[in-house]
């Protein structure tokens, strides 16, 4: 049986942000399409998409910090550590990308994901 969830830990360039109950990654660099031919063979094409992770943050940043500067900044070295499963990430030259938008009902950060020319997954 594998193990899932527990606490996480995130942090970009050594700072940390607060992480909610998701994070979504995409651990392949590739996008791959298929299609056939009129003859009935097929085909694939491959676009390069980077390593892409789509986190859930909470509205608590360190002093000093805003998000406007998480987004326009970079590249940045990011990590996530799964405490209970073991499992470390390290996105390496990472960006962020999309538009922060922050819910002050439940202090949820939505928009954002991050993009990574280089991903590793090893034991933490």
């Known amino acids: 049986m594998a193990d899932f969830g527990g606490e996480m830990r995130f942090t970009f360039g050594g700072v940390p942000l607060v992480l909610r109950s998701k994070f979504d990654h995409e651990p392949?660099?590739?996008?791959?399409?298929?299609?056939?031919?009129?003859?009935?063979?097929?085909?694939?094409?491959?676009?390069?998409?980077?390593?892409?992770?789509?986190?859930?943050?909470?509205?608590?940043?360190?002093?000093?910090?805003?998000?406007?500067?998480?987004?326009?900044?970079?590249?940045?070295?990011?990590?996530?550590?799964?405490?209970?499963?073991?499992?470390?990430?390290t996105w390496t030259a990472a960006k962020f990308e999309g538009k922060p938008k922050v819910d002050r009902h439940n202090g949820e950060v939505t928009g954002l994901k991050l993009r990574a020319p280089a991903y590793s997954r090893q034991a933490a």
């Open 28 to 89: 392949a660099a590739v996008e791959i399409d298929g299609g056939a031919n009129q003859d009935g063979s097929t085909f694939r094409t491959a676009k390069p998409t980077g390593y892409l992770a789509e986190p859930l943050f909470e509205d608590t940043l360190p002093a000093g910090v805003t998000w406007d500067q998480i987004v326009r900044g970079g590249p940045y070295n990011m990590t996530l550590v799964e405490e209970f499963t073991g499992v470390l990430h």
